[in-house]
């Protein structure tokens, strides 16, 4: 019996943050890469919500990624899909 190999699909999560310069969204990019390094991350400082988007293939800790931001003193809320 052949068994097929695993596909792991990637996710995205977008969420809302108090983040407003660039600046400061560097400080963040820097720290979530040092914390986790198998995170593809990114700010939108555009958007009218100043969007981070995170790219992940396993577990999101949702409340370890709003710590960090929380302790460089800012807030990120998960933006939910409005179509589901």
Known sequence: MKTEPLQIRKQVEVFRTT???????????????SI???YKVNF????????FRVEYY???NIDELQT??????FSAFLLEDPQF
């Open 44 to 51: 939108d400082l555009d958007d009218c919500d100043n969007i």
């Open 68 to 73: 960090v931001f929380q302790q460089n003193g």
């Open 58 to 60: 396993e577990n999101l």
């Open 19 to 33: 983040v407003k310069d660039q600046e400061s969204a560097a400080l963040i990019l820097v720290k979530f890469q």
């Open 36 to 38: 986790y390094p198998q």
